[in-house]
């Protein structure tokens, strides 16, 4: 009997593990959009400019760094 | 004279029957295949007696039986028998056979004495001799090398041991290799072992008994302790589970470790396995018993613990600071080869946040065009690793150097250049695999190597949570397991702060002044007080002295 209990609170919190902090929030390093810098700019009429640089991991890092531009803004109103 | 009785023919003759596959073999008990050679006693009939060990052993190439007449006993006629390749032949020659056929008398000529007590007082030669009652012993005996004799009139028999194995010269130890210290390590002789040992410890008190451990192979295993120092208990353990294996066989003394584990299902090895003499001897000295298996340089030392199987010999030979830094580096070394892919794996799938900018976009411009995810990634590169290791071992030495190059091609540069895996990755997986040869005892590397995996699957799904759980997994099954009743962590856990000095660290000679205190209840200290070396008051100069 306690050796059933046992066994169930194990598979509780196994569940709970991997529903909690499982791979379903696994990121390759790649797929991440790194954001270098943000600049914020207010243009007439209440509204504010966003822009974002992202860094491009296939042009920075290694011997690449500094012949392109290392990485892509994104702006949007 | 007495003569054999009737029953005893039966199972004789039913045993010869059985022995030419005349019969189906009679099973005595359950389903044992193994016939046993009955119980019977010797005929005074000379040639009866050499026409059954003709029978029953006459069949095999190595047999030798050689008739001779005992000059001494007015050329009463004897025979003599062995096999050939396990015995000294020109010691038989010289001890049995020349003295039997030209010795003239015995030398004292007591009356009464029989012509058996005659040959072994004063003909035979021979350093070993046992008289045998039965047929069942003297087979038994011949098998292990001795030499048979059998005379005309006399219903019992002599084994005279003079057997020669072949045997390897002493070598350096293939998997425990030192700079400084002794260079010889143990050969597949148990007799030879036991002489480097012996050499080390002079002692009366080192004990050395023996038992023969298989049914079929009767192989010698030896238990050697020093007498006090060595708990009695202990030795009473280690004795009686080894009476406990009724095996057909003990091959090497890996059967013996797998078969007296305390825990056997633990991937550590709880039982310190050697090549070298010396650490064998410090192990003893500190009352432990080792184990030696006939036909294997690895002996056993028990009981052990998990920081002796981190620490080497040459710690204790190369000054304390030394021997600590080493050690540490072995440690950390340890820590690197069972968490550092599950921790690369964990931090940059799930704990990105942790890295420093500049090194997570270089590794993540390493793995663009990388097609798998890091784990999958890992377990090629591991595989392929663990293959070309376990190649490199196997492969006949000259393909050797054709496998080291292959290896080194695919995985250095080809893998790289095909976008299988990133080039931080192979860092990673030959770091692992660095750390995980410094392990100094062999069984203890294994461990790690397979540890490694389930840690890393947890990186990989759990991040470093699952890591910090497979931490706590090991620590709990290590504080768990004892080692012939002795806690393998100790003196760790349970802690003795003094014995601390000679575990993650080597302090000085003249500290360790006590033998362990998992293995000694009193009677520790092993050294005099105030042993810390001092320069002399004075000066010693030639010529200046007053």
């Known amino acids: 009997m306690y050796h059933k209990r046992c066994l169930m609170a194990a598979a509780v919190l196994l569940t709970i593990v991997f529903m909690t902090a499982g791979c379903w929030d696994r990121d390759e390093v790649e797929e991440l959009g790194i954001v270098l810098g943000i600049a914020i700019k207010s243009l007439p009429g209440e509204r504010v400019q966003m822009i974002a640089q992202f860094a491009n991991p296939r042009l920075v890092g290694g011997a690449q760094v500094g012949r392109e531009t290392p990485g892509a803004s994104i702006s949007s109103k | ?546």
């Open chain 2, 1 to 546: 004279m007495k003569s054999r009785d009737t029953d005893q023919m039966d199972n004789l003759l039913r045993y010869i029957d059985a022995y030419r596959g005349d019969t189906a073999v009679q099973r005595s008990g359950g389903s044992d295949p193994l016939p046993d050679i009955p119980q019977v006693a010797f005929s005074p009939v000379l040639d009866e007696n050499v026409g059954l060990i003709q029978t029953l052993m006459g069949d095999n190439f190595d047999f030798i039986l050689r008739r001779v007449r005992i000059r001494a006993a007015g050329g009463r006629r004897a025979a003599v028998f062995f096999l050939e390749e396990i015995v000294d032949t020109v010691e038989v020659s010289e001890t049995i056979l020349e003295p039997l056929a030209h010795f003239a008398s015995f030398e004292p000529g007591e009356p009464g004495q029989d012509v058996m007590g005659g040959i072994v007082e004063s003909i035979l030669e021979a350093a070993a001799v046992a008289e045998q009652h039965d047929l069942r012993g003297l087979l038994e005996a011949v098998s292990t090398g001795q030499v048979g004799l059998l005379v005309d009139g006399v219903d019992r028999a002599l084994s005279v041991d003079v057997r020669k194995y072949v045997r390897r010269q002493v070598d350096i130890p293939q998997t425990e290799s030192s700079v400084r210290g002794p260079q010889d390590g143990f050969t597949e002789d148990e007799y030879l072992n036991l002489a480097l040992i012996r050499q080390r410890i002079r002692s009366p008190h080192l004990v050395a008994e023996s038992l023969n451990l298989g049914r079929v192979t009767s192989t010698v295993v030896g238990v050697v302790y020093i007498r006090g120092l060595a708990a009695p208990s202990l030795v009473h353990e280690v004795k009686s589970r080894l009476r406990r294996l009724d095996v057909d066989a003990v091959l090497e003394s890996g059967y013996i470790e797998e078969l007296t584990k305390d825990d056997p299902l633990s991937p550590f090895p709880l039982l310190l396995s050697t090549e070298r003499p010396d650490r064998v001897a410090a192990g003893v000295l500190e009352g432990r018993v080792a184990i030696m298996v006939s036909n294997t340089p690895f002996v056993l030392v028990v009981p052990t613990e998990f920081t002796s199987m981190v620490s080497s010999p040459e710690d204790y030979y190369v000054g304390f600071p030394y021997g600590t830094i080493i050690r540490m580096v072995r440690y950390l070394a340890l820590g690197t080869s069972l968490f550092l892919p599950a921790v690369y794996i964990a931090i940059t799938t799930f704990h990105q946040e942790m890295l420093p900018t500049e090194l997570i976009l270089s590794i993540a411009s390493a793995r663009e065009g990388v097609p798998f995810p890091s784990i999958v990634e890992l377990l090629i590169m591991e595989f392929l690793f663990e293959a070309l290791r376990e190649a490199g071992i196997r492969l006949p030495r000259p393909f050797g150097q054709a496998v080291s190059i292959v290896g080194a091609l695919i995985i250095g540069q080809a893998a790289v250049q095909a976008s299988l895996v990133s080039p931080l990755l192979i860092i990673v997986v030959a770091v692992t695999g660095i750390a995980s040869f410094i392990s100094p005892i062999f069984s203890m590397g294994l461990a790690m190597r397979f540890l490694r995996f389930p840690i890393t699957l947890l990186g990989a799904t759990l991040g470093l949570f699952g890591v910090a759980v497979g931490v706590l997994a090991i620590l709990i099954h290590l504080a768990g397991l004892r080692s012939f009743g002795v806690p393998f962590m100790s003196p760790v856990v349970p802690a003795n702060l003094t014995d601390w000095k000679d575990t993650f660290v080597r302090w000085g000679m003249w500290t360790m002044e006590k033998r362990p205190s998992q293995l000694f209840k009193s009677g520790r200290r092993r050294m005099a007080r105030g042993l810390k070396p001092e320069p002399p008051q004075e000066r010693f100069r030639q010529g200046g002295e007053r």
